[in-house]
């Protein structure tokens, strides 16, 4: 069964701390994302990376950075968080869109205080 | 620019009855479509997908949709519904450069 796994379900932290998010696949896809979801707002796409050690921004990429140092794993880095940054985070992977569709992971709830 | 509208924020169905929910996209070539279906506090699931040939495809769940090109829409259906099918409904189209844009979602709950 194919897999994107995010490694932490539930996170809370203290403005300021820095943040890791971790996405694995196991479906040896090229192409990573990383989304944020906000109720009435959809997903919006904060990074993508198409290869390893490759990254595009997305629409929002602004206090978030994005690390793929193997093909399998995406990490997603909040230098210092802010309150706003409080929100659903969810990864997901492709080999591409022209024959395959996203494949997520179950999200990271993060919540900063 | 791309974009996927999806007008109804909250849509109320009895169970047993039939349900559409509304997708229209902006996308200046042949889109991919998809429907994904989110239940509480997890990640996104597809239902169906649209790439190319027959224009009604059918998903998981008993669930249909139609590409209308003339009318830049893909909505989903469902003839009969269940509890179980309570949950946010996301459309999505992709490009040819590995972009998927989605609308805002249309939350769906079911009466009893």
């Known amino acids: 069964d194919v897999k994107v796994t995010q490694s932490s379900r539930y996170l809370v932290k203290r403005t300021g701390e820095k943040v890791f998010l971790e996405c694995v696949q196991d479906m040896d896809h090229e192409n990573m994302f990383w989304y944020r979801q906000d109720p009435g707002l959809g997903l919006r796409l904060i990074y993508f990376s198409y290869d390893v050690k490759m990254k595009e921004k997305g629409d929002i990429p602004e206090g978030y950075s994005v690390s793929r140092e193997k093909k399998e794993r995406f990490s997603l880095i909040l230098e210092s968080a802010s309150t706003n940054q409080t929100s659903m985070y969810l990864c997901?992977?492709?080999?591409?869109?022209?024959?395959?569709?996203?494949?997520f992971g179950e999200g990271s709830r993060l919540t900063v205080l | 620019a791309q974009s996927v509208t999806q007008p109804d924020i909250h849509i109320t169905v009895s169970e047993g009855a039939s349900l559409e929910l509304r997708c229209n996209y902006s996308y200046g070539a042949t889109p991919y479509l998809f429907w994904y279906v989110q239940s509480p506090g997890q990640g996104l699931q597809l239902l169906l997908k649209?790439?190319?040939?027959?224009?009604l495809v059918q998903g998981i769940k008993g669930f249909e949709a139609e590409f209308k090109r003339s009318q830049s829409s893909f909505n989903l259906r469902k003839p009969s519904v269940h509890w179980s099918d309570a949950a946010e409904y996301f459309c999505?189209?992709?490009?040819?450069?590995?972009?998927?844009?989605f609308g805002s979602g249309t939350k769906l709950n079911v009466k009893p």
């Open positions: 649209y790439f190319s040939g027959d224009t």
């Open positions: 999505a189209v992709g490009d040819n450069f590995n972009k998927f844009y």
């Open positions: 997901a992977s492709v080999r591409s869109s022209a024959t395959g569709e996203l494949f």
